[in-house]
């Protein structure tokens, strides 16, 4: 079965550090790949995806991620995180248009002021 | 303004008794899905349906209900069936199989 890791559990930083979230998957074939965000009290929403091309996604709010296909990861980054970036986020992972996203366990971030 | 409502936002219910969680959506999808969320354990896909009046069975869809009469709506019914329905319910959408996700703000069920 198809599995997605995320590499923390929870991740607490200080205002301006750098940020880089760990995401990898199991599929070997043709994926799509998402970073969806859940901020407290607020629906999941879509922070950035691949599909095809340029392995270097930018996505809303400073946020980055870099698809590496031999290493099967998809990794979220952001140079200088700020207080309003606490929040829950999770990887996801969908092959080849099929039906189902597979989701990872999620890291929730704690950004201190 | 389009998106997806869910509710009840918050439900308590006592054991045996079956629940429906309404999910409706205005932004012309034809997929639509539910999810449940439990910590540390991520999303997973309880009933998924393509087009009106066909769903199939997600990796959780034991206990569960569901029925795609419209377009815009796909209520989820948690049996008395299901073992541990305490849990957070999120319902989702997508233009067509496979693409982006689109959330709902969740429902929050309670089995007392």
């Known amino acids: 079965a198809q599995s997605v890791s995320q590499h923390n559990h929870h991740v607490i930083l200080s205002e301006a550090a750098s940020l880089e979230l760990g995401c990898n998957y199991s599929?070997?074939?043709?994926?799509?790949l998402f970073w969806y965000v859940q901020y407290p009290g607020q629906h999941l929403q879509l922070l950035l995806k691949y599909f095809s091309g340029d392995p270097l996604v930018k996505g809303i709010k400073g946020f980055e991620a870099e698809f590496i296909k031999s290493k099967f990861s998809f990794n979220l980054r952001k140079p200088s995180v700020q207080w309003s970036d606490t929040a829950e986020y999770f990887c996801a992972v969908n092959h080849n248009y099929g039906q189902n996203f597979v989701f990872g366990p999620g890291t929730r971030l704690s950004v201190l002021p | 303004d389009g998106g997806i409502t869910q509710s009840p936002k918050y439900l308590f219910r006592k054991e045996g008794q079956n629940v429906t969680l309404s999910c409706e959506q205005n932004l012309n999808h034809d997929a639509m899905y539910w999810y449940r969320q439990d910590p540390g354990q991520g999303l997973r896909l309880i009933y998924y349906?393509?087009?009106?009046?066909?769903?199939q069975k997600g990796d959780i869809a034991e206990g569960y209900s569901v029925s795609r009469e419209k377009k815009e709506s796909f209520p989820l019914t948690v049996t008395s069936a299901q073992k541990n329905p305490t849990a957070f319910y999120l319902c989702?959408?997508?233009?067509?199989?496979?693409?982006?996700?689109?959330f709902g703000e969740g429902s929050r069920l309670t089995v007392l």
């Open positions: 599929y070997g074939g043709t994926v799509n």
């Open positions: 989702a959408s997508s233009i067509d199989l496979g693409g982006e996700l689109f």
């Open positions: 349906s393509q087009i009106v009046n066909d769903f």
